[in-house]
């Protein structure tokens, strides 16, 4: 168990779909970050929030929108799905935010748009 | 413009031999970040080791050194005695802007390594 969850681990949808992916960072971190892996594009960064605020957006498309509740955790929504939309959607978290602030992912959610 | 660079797409070593696997990074900001990671087959992505661009010594961890050579941008993994298990994709990722207070993070391409018996 990383301390990071994610759920669903496994989701099919069709194109021109919309979904949610889940993220409980682990105890006590205050950063969730959000990471897709596709074989087109290799991983790349998403989004970063920080105690409930937008810290830093990376190659996140418009069609996609992330927020972080009081609770900490974390979704990401993934609008008008694309074929290419299909990838891993890691989510990590660290305790604070700074240069050497990431350290622990969760074990992914496989999404896969038909 | 690409600003990690590992080139080696694939790599073998004997079991309990020592492997380097390279990278190069591009960058003018000052402050920066250098991180690996290794993804096994099952998916998940493990932190391996951190070195950031003012630490004046190389960064260890258990078997994990990072061989940081600031004025060439190069920050090669090199993992000792290999074990079966170290069999991974091997990632180098690059976080730089910090001191703007945004920031970008960016992966390489990976190397992938297999350990053979």
């Known amino acids: 168990d990383s301390g990071v969850t994610q759920t669903p681990k496994h989701l099919i949808t069709a194109t021109g779909q919309r979904v949610t992916l889940r993220c409980s960072p682990r105890?006590?971190?205050?950063?969730v970050y959000w990471y897709q892996q596709s074989l087109d594009q290799g991983l790349q960064f998403l989004i970063h929030?920080?105690?409930?605020?937008?810290?830093a957006k990376g190659n996140i498309l418009e069609r996609f929108s992330a927020q972080q509740f009081p609770d900490l955790h974390s979704e990401l929504n993934l609008s008008s799905l694309e074929l290419g939309d299909s990838a891993l959607y890691f989510c990590a978290s660290s305790a604070a935010w700074g240069l050497a602030d990431l350290k622990l992912f969760g074990p992914g959610t496989r999404l896969t748009v038909l | 413009a690409q600003k990690i660079t590992q080139t080696q797409p694939g790599m073998f070593v004997q079991e309990k031999e020592a492997v380097t696997l390279d990278c190069t990074y591009d960058t003018s900001d000052p402050s920066y970040g250098l991180f690996w990671y290794k993804q096994p087959s099952s998916g998940e992505m493990i932190f391996l080791i951190y070195?950031?661009?003012?630490?004046?010594q190389n960064a260890t961890e258990g078997r994990y050194s990072l061989n940081f050579q600031k004025a060439r941008k190069s920050a090669n993994l090199v993992i000792s005695a290999s074990q079966l298990g170290d069999s991974a994709m091997y990632f180098c990722?690059?976080?730089?802007?910090?001191?703007?207070?945004?920031?970008?993070?960016?992966f390489g391409t990976g190397t992938r390594l297999k350990v053979l018996a």
């Open positions: 105890s006590g971190d205050l950063s």
């Open positions: 929030y920080y105690n409930g605020e937008e810290r």
């Open positions: 990722a690059m976080r730089e802007g910090s001191t703007s207070g945004t920031y970008k993070y960016i």
């Open positions: 070195q950031g661009s003012y630490d004046q």
